[in-house]
């Protein structure tokens, strides 16, 4: 079995009202110099296959039909990981 972790971001450019709302708290809350906040999604998938490879191919066709949004959202293989 592999665990994979996949990053799900707005793509740049694209309006990410959760990020300007936290960015917006912070400065409310005394913390200066933040720049941009981006808010995203991580998922992890644990998946039954025979290697990491397949593991990946499977989790970048998850992404693409259902995990990412791919007008507004951009994904990114963050780590894939034998688990037994």
């Known amino acids: ?13 694209v309006f990410d009202p959760q990020g300007q709302t936290v960015k917006g708290a912070l400065e409310k809350l005394g913390f200066e110099g933040v720049e941009s906040v981006r808010m995203g999604k991580l998922i992890e998938l644990v ?19 259902l995990l990412a949004n791919p007008v507004v959202e951009s994904y990114k293989i963050l780590n894939v990981e034998e688990i037994s």
Request: aromatic share 4%; proline share 3%.
């Open 1 to 13: 079995m592999y665990r994979v972790t996949v990053q799900i971001l707005p793509k740049e450019g």
């Open 47 to 65: 998946l039954d296959v025979k290697g990491e490879q397949e593991a990946k191919v499977r989790a970048i066709s998850m992404c693409e039909k």
